[in-house]
Each structure stands twice: as structure tokens, then as C-alpha cells.
């Protein structure tokens, strides 16, 4: 992908990288899951996206707080515990030789089912656990030029009907977002709340700048996200103005910077939403800031040490 907020340059390694499965690290070609399993089959299931860097797996703690939770909330017994689960994904890493610059997707399902019903009654045996772990870095051209983005008809749900805090398999709302947003000829769909108030991206949170305060969300309608709430303590830390909010599109047409944050690419500042150029069109000075605040901040978190994954 070479646009987006996912962009990234292609590495040849990632060709022959090892994959967890279910308690066995394989060659990608074999990492394989049965056509019966519950993920497959209905989505039905949780997952995260994480950064190793240094040897460590950054913010590895909330990640596995948000994963457990929203297994807890679907009844979805993981069959590890979190150092277990945490211990496994480092596992799978150095079996890969990986240290920095590494995407991990982790996913859980409910498992096999002995026949395509979405009861958890037909389900049989343990969840499935797949790590997949990726040499891939963003597109620096992209976290220069920043995002294109375009309101789309699909709303946030409210939790009764889907709760958006579930990190879940099931993203075909998200997906229908991201088509709509594609087909319009941006990067990436900006979603309202259904009270018509700006929630979220499709698979990024979204922020603006007005007047030398960062705003974003209220933080209902979306995902917990771990980036988000690091932004929102890095502002702090540096005695930004910031908090969670609702706000209308005519907010964002006007204001005077906008980015997204999301766990693999950080910050990316956006350009324009609906055609409407916002501030200079690119990386805003506080966007800026808040960036590098972040990047110090995963320093922190994931420090060098004399012993590699």
C-alpha cells in the first residue's frame, strides 16, 4: 500500500515470515485456519495491532486490557492469561530474529464450530490464537503529506446495537466506511455518531486543532484507542490544551489543524476533509509536536537494552 493511513513499502521478508497458530510457529504458507472456524466463518472474535520496538512490545499492557475486556464482553474465554499471551507474541517474534520496526497482528476467535451456525453452542474445543508478526514501516511521504479524508453515510453504532468499544473481527461497518471514502477518492472515511457529531475514523481516531486546543471525540462511539489515549497524555505532559468532546463537521472544515492517530503510524496529519482544505493543508506546527511527544514517549516505554529479541 502506498497510500492511506496504513501505507507502507513492501519487505521481501515478511515473504517467509514465521506465524503463530494455536501453539505452533509456522512458514507463513502453513499458517493456516479451518474453513469451521468461528473467525471465518462470522468475524466472530477480537484482535489488536502492536509495535515491537526495541525488543519490546509497546504498550503491550493496555493492548491486552482492551483484548480481554472485549473477550469478557462476547464470553470469549482466550485460553492464556495476559503474561501467557504476552510471553507467546515475544516468543513468535524471536523466532522471526525481529527487534524494531515490526507490525504484530494478533487475533483471537471463538474457534472450530462443528457446523456453520453463529450459536456458541456449536462451538467445539479452545479459542484460536494467531500472531502474525511483520517487518513494515509508514510511508514517510504519507506522515509528510498527510490524509485525505471523506464523511460517509455509515455511522458509529451506539453500544446497544454493536458496542464500538469491542475491538471485534466483525468490520464490515467500518469496511462499507472505508469503500465509500475510497470511491470518493480519499484515503480514509471520517464517521459521525448517530446524533450526526464526528466519532471516528474507519480505522484510525481523529483530532483537531482550534485555537491552540486539541480536540477529538467524546470518546463514546469508538474504540479505546491505546495511540488516542497517548496523544491525549503526551498533550498533557506538554501542557497542550486538549480533552474529549463532541463537535460538529462545521468545526472541522474550520479548524486550524487535524490528524489521526492510530498504533502504526503514530500521528498523520490530514489535509483536507470533504474538499475543505483545512489549515495549510498539511503538518500543523501543535501536530507537530504532539508527534514527536509521542515518538519520546514510546522511547520511554520501550527503551534500548544490550539483549535483542
Known sequence: MDTGSHAHGENPKNATVKIYVNGRILPRPEAVVSVFDSGFLLGDGVWEGIRLH?????????????????????????????????????????????????????????????????????????????????????????????LRLHTVHVHRGAPDVQDPGWNSLSKLNCISACIQAEKAGADEALMLDPQGFVATCNSTHFFIVRKGEVLTSSGLYCLAGITRGNVLRVAAEMGIPARETTFPLTKVYSADEA?????????????????????????????????????DLIARECPPSEIAV
Not at 499492557?61 to 483484548?67: F, K, P, Q, T, V
Open 54 to 146: 526495541n525488543g519490546k512490545l509497546a504498550f503491550i499492557d493496555r493492548h491486552l486490557e482492551r483484548l480481554y475486556e472485549g473477550a469478557k464482553a462476547i464470553d470469549l474465554d482466550v485460553g492464556m492469561t495476559p503474561d501467557e499471551l504476552h510471553e507467546t507474541i515475544l516468543q513468535t517474534c524471536r523466532a522471526n530474529d525481529m527487534d524494531s520496526g515490526v507490525h504484530i497482528r494478533l487475533v483471537v476467535t471463538r474457534g472450530l464450530k462443528t457446523t456453520p451456525y453463529q450459536s456458541p453452542r456449536a462451538n467445539i474445543g479452545k479459542a484460536t490464537v494467531v500472531i502474525i508478526p511483520e517487518w513494515k514501516q509508514p510511508n514517510t511521504a504519507v506522515l509528510d503529506t498527510g
Open 259 to 295: 490528524f489521526v492517530t492510530g498504533t502504526f503510524a503514530g500521528l498523520i496529519p490530514v489535509r483536507d476533509v470533504d474538499g475543505r482544505t483545512i489549515g495549510i493543508g498539511g503538518l500543523g506546527p501543535i501536530t507537530k509536536k504532539l508527534r514527536q511527544g509521542y515518538y
